[in-house]
């Protein structure tokens, strides 16, 4: 019998590798500053909604605290390239009925610590609505929302 229950448990076990609930992040890495988010559309607002958004994403992901620049351990800078809205849904009269909402940035994290680039690359956001429900501004802030977490995403993922 106990033979038996310790088959069972080394085969539960070994069922679980693999499977971890620590941070994908290297163990010097506890804090990040967003030093920079820049907007090289002509939307307005972006940038400083984008800024925020981050804040939002790196709290609630709980990975990495919010801090700044004296203080991080991984200094973090986002820009904003693209910005479009396209018609994305037509109704029998051939009226739009839906738009995209789509956002693109890129962003660079450098490790303060060992002084080198730790991780950098695209985002990108899209946002579908419905204008008679919804407006832009509105689908804009859902998008640049799921901008931040994209960002956040990459950074705390990075090898």
């Given amino acids: 019998m106990f033979r ?15 499977y971890s609930t620590r ?4 163990s010097h890495l506890g804090s990040v500053a967003i030093v920079s988010v820049g907007n090289a559309t002509t939307q307005p607002g972006l940038a400083e909604a984008l800024a925020d958004s981050l804040t939002a994403a790196f709290t609630a992901d709980r990975n990495l605290r919010v801090t700044g620049p004296d203080n991080a351990d991984l200094l973090l800078t986002v820009t904003i390239t693209a910005y479009s809205r396209a018609a994305a849904a037509y109704d029998e009269q051939q009226t ?5 909402v ?3 940035g ?5 490790d303060r610590l060992r002084n080198e680039p730790y991780s950098s690359g695209p985002a990108g ?3 579908s609505y419905d204008p ?5 501004e509105t689908a804009t802030g859902r998008a640049v929302a799921l901008l931040a977490r994209d ?3 990459a950074v705390v993922t990075a090898w």
């Fill in 4 to 18: 038996h229950s310790c088959a069972l448990a080394l085969t539960l076990l070994a069922g679980c590798c693999g």
């Fill in 23 to 26: 941070s994908l992040l290297p």
């Fill in 96 to 100: 739009v009925s839906g738009y995209e």
């Fill in 102 to 104: 789509s956002i693109l």
């Fill in 106 to 110: 890129s962003f660079e994290a450098e």
């Fill in 125 to 127: 956001a899209r946002v």
């Fill in 132 to 136: 008679a429900s919804q407006s832009e």
């Fill in 151 to 153: 960002v956040v995403r």
